[in-house]
């Protein structure tokens, strides 16, 4: 094992146990939420992941960027297969080991390979230009200045660097695969030496701005190997950081989706327990209800802050993709009130991690002083919200920002008793007259009376 073998191998290993570092913490902040039971009917869950995440059918409903999405996602996916051989060769010193394995196959492989790298290409500059050139308005809410924007630029850059870097190490070693035995001993590169002859099916178009020299050939296949693996392995570890987090989180976020029929609305077991015990006629209205056995009180009602929320409401966080599909399709964003549903999931994120970073450094029962509520999400955004679930409908990864806006809403009202004078005046209304109108029950068929 030479020293170029032994720096790949510590990079290899320092990037994988970094990577899994972060996702530890990623799950751990996850499992910050309350418990909540997702283990129903697996046979529907698995076709609804097979059909949103791995089937992009939500994507495609706008047929443009569904189909250059499905080009990048698929084939950065599946190029991605053959770093297991660059992998074996960096760490055993090996070139294209597959290839004598595979024979003819190999070329069928790469090509394939090479084609998809180009959809990718295709894919990314198309993404450019609709968020540089074109512009495009969901690409530039008040919520996507600074980081967001630059995230999503960077890893397009980054994609392209990736591409580029694959199809010139190809290339190069391409040219240097045709050079006969004794030329390539004579110069020390005998790994080059194979049974393979002739280009790549898209590569082969970039070998005329090579130059000729053999050694120079090799140290840019070299570089573009390099640039190619451990750009693989910084990607890797900026995930975590990303947005882009949700290549990973999309099957599980999809599978975990909520199987009720949209507009159900969760109730709390503990209130409707008091509800129906309160509407019992046979119940003596003076009378405490008498605690169940090992029941516990609820420390709050509804959400403050992102503990309050369920594991699969923070998971939709980690999960947004920030496409914006959400917040262009809500009523209330589109005539100018303050609600963006992708806000409502980038700020729960962003007070995910805030308080995990708080763990890291002050321990599990550290305070900071801080919430979701308010300090992130106003109370106004959250009336703002129509309860319509278009925001639901147009996630192309099943996030339901509306669970948290009435999560939150849910503390407003119960803890804060801090509802909008419109819903004050139904909430009383109710309670005497048993109906959201200001009449008594016994006057609501006076409308009846000036009819036949």
């Known amino acids: 094992m030479g020293i170029s073998n032994i720096i790949f191998a510590v990079i290899f290993i320092a990037a994988v146990v970094f990577f899994a570092k972060n996702v530890g913490k990623i799950r751990r902040n996850i499992l910050l939420g309350r418990d909540e039971d997702r283990s129903d009917n697996p046979g529907e869950r698995w076709k609804t992941m097979a059909r949103v995440a791995l089937g992009q059918s939500k994507m495609t409903v706008r047929p443009i960027a569904g189909i250059m999405h499905i080009f990048v996602y698929v084939g950065f996916v599946i190029i991605n297969i053959e770093v297991l051989e660059i992998i074996i060769d960096g760490i055993f010193g090996t070139h294209r080991i597959f290839s004598s394995a595979l024979g003819d196959s190999y070329y069928f492989l790469i090509n394939f390979f090479e084609i998809l790298a180009l959809l990718v290409v295709l894919g990314v500059v198309v993404f450019l230009l609709r968020r540089l050139v074109m512009r495009l308005q969901r690409f530039y809410k008040p919520e996507m200045k600074g980081w967001p924007t630059t995230d999503a630029l960077n890893i397009l ?3 392209l660097v990736l591409m580029a870097a694959f199809l010139t190490m190809n290339a190069a070693d ?3 695969l045709q050079a006969s035995a004794d030329q390539l001993a004579s110069l020390g590169l005998e790994k080059y030496t194979s049974d393979l002859q002739g280009g790549f099916v898209v590569s082969q178009f970039l070998t005329g701005m090579l130059p000729e020299d053999l050694t120079t050939l090799a140290a840019i296949e070299r570089t573009a190997w390099w640039l190619h693996i451990v750009g693989i392995l910084a990607f890797l570890n900026y995930l975590p950081y990303s947005k882009h987090f949700h290549i990973i989180l999309a099957f599980p976020n999809t599978y975990y989706s909520d199987l009720e029929e949209q507009g159900k609305f969760s109730n709390d077991d503990k209130v409707k327990k008091e509800v129906e015990l309160m509407m019992d006629p046979n ?10 056995e090992g029941a516990e009180e609820p420390d709050t009602f509804g959400a403050k802050d992102v503990q309050d929320l369920t594991w699969k409401n923070l998971m939709d966080a980690y999960s947004c993709t920030e496409c914006g599909r959400c917040t262009s399709e809500c009523p209330a964003n589109q005539t100018g009130k303050l609600l963006s549903p992708r806000k409502i999931m980038m700020d729960t994120r962003d007070r995910l991690v805030e308080v995990g970073k708080g763990i890291d450094k002050n321990g599990k029962d550290h305070k900071d002083g801080k919430a979701l509520l308010n300090d992130y999400i106003t109370p106004e955004e959250l009336w703002a919200c129509t309860t319509c679930n278009a925001c639901v409908e147009a996630c192309p990864v099943n996030i339901d920002p509306l669970s948290i ?13 801090a509802a909008p004078s419109e819903l004050a005046g139904m909430f009383t209304n109710v309670e005497n007259n048993g109906a959201p109108w200001q009449f008594a029950q016994a006057d609501r068929l006076k409308w009846a009376e000036e009819t036949d």
């Open 157 to 159: 850059w980054i994609e």
């Open 283 to 292: 119940a003596d209205p003076f009378a405490a209800p008498a605690p169940e």
């Open 174 to 176: 391409s040219v240097l």
């Open 405 to 417: 806006i009435m999560e939150m809403r849910r503390y407003l009202i119960m803890e804060e008793s």
